[in-house]
């Protein structure tokens, strides 16, 4: 069983960003309006540059991955439940119900897929797949959802080019389809800028840990309870489903499905919440809870099918 000690390594930076935003926002250093304006910066500029970068430098046709069909699955199931919960048990209008289903399906693959999966598995190339599906299939039709609720279903033609993810993530597919060499400066440009998404992000969460968004009733917090066991739980329990009783996966193929199944809610989910207004305390808690608990969950799944 591989011990918590490795993985740790991957954690570690996520804590300890979250911290110096908690920090921060403790000393009152950045302002009443910090965590805002940081969420705004990350949203608007940072993400977009590192999405364009990252697609643009990856070829399309790694979706044709037969794992892929284990992990959109769990997506797809812990996705559609926490969406169901969402709306029958805790009567959420539609874009909190489509952030809760974001929520309990939508893995932290980048900057802690990498560090894990190579500490467990030696090899991070399933990462590529997982970040292409959660970046051009599942974020536009999170994000599709959210903007027309805001602007009004009259505005849903002009999305693409009004919201700066989607717009990126448009770019960045065209790039990569055509081949086209990015100039070195635009390249350089957008690594500076896009490698601010991250760590920006994480001290905005930390920062929104002292000024809480207001959480009333015990709902809310069954509701995080919920998200976070679809997403730690059941997720993984899916994707083993699928990849080991219906695709018959090699164990090697089917260990790693399972494992970035298992991995945490994204902090993006956070920064959607926070840029829309809408269950921001809820996008928190399930952060950080499906984090911690997934530094056990993981070492359960590298144990089991290790």
Not at 162 to 172: D, E, F, M, T
């Amino acid at each position: 069983m591989p011990s918590l000690h490795p993985l740790l390594s991957g954690f570690a930076p996520i804590w300890a960003l979250t911290g110096v935003g908690c920090l921060l926002g403790r000393a009152g250093l950045l302002g009443e309006h910090a965590e805002q304006v940081l969420n705004r910066f990350v949203f608007h500029a940072a993400m977009p540059a590192a999405l364009f970068l990252l697609i643009g430098h990856t070829p399309l046709d790694r979706f044709a991955n037969p794992s892929m069909v284990a992990f959109t699955a769990s997506t797809v199931v812990a996705g559609g439940l926490g969406l169901l919960a969402a709306s029958r048990l805790f009567g959420r209008a539609l874009p909190e119900r489509t952030l809760a289903g974001m929520a309990a399906g939508y893995v932290n693959s980048a900057n802690l897929g990498i560090p894990v999966a190579t500490q467990v598995l030696g090899d991070a190339s399933f990462v590529g797949p997982v970040v292409l599906f959660q970046i051009l299939v599942v974020t536009p039709a999170v994000l599709t959802v959210l903007d027309s609720g805001r602007a009004g279903p009259r505005a849903a033609l002009t999305l693409p080019l009004r919201n700066p993810i989607l717009l990126a993530v448009g770019l960045g597919a065209v790039v990569s389809a055509t081949g086209w060499r990015v100039p070195a400066e635009l390249n350089r440009s957008c690594e500076l800028l896009g490698g601010a998404a991250v760590p920006t992000a994480l001290v905005a969460l930390g920062l929104s840990l002292c000024h809480p968004p207001a959480v009333t009733g015990a709902s809310r917090y069954l509701e995080t309870a919920t998200a976070v066991a679809l997403k730690t739980v059941v997720q993984p329990l899916t994707a083993w489903a699928v990849g080991a009783l219906l695709l018959d996966l090699p164990p090697r193929q089917l260990l790693t499905v399972v494992l970035f199944s298992a991995l945490p809610t994204a902090q993006n989910v956070f920064t959607y919440a926070r840029e829309y207004d809408h269950g921001a305390a809820f996008a928190r808690d399930t952060v950080l809870a499906s984090t911690l608990l997934s530094m056990a969950t993981l070492s359960l799944v590298g144990w089991a099918l290790g």
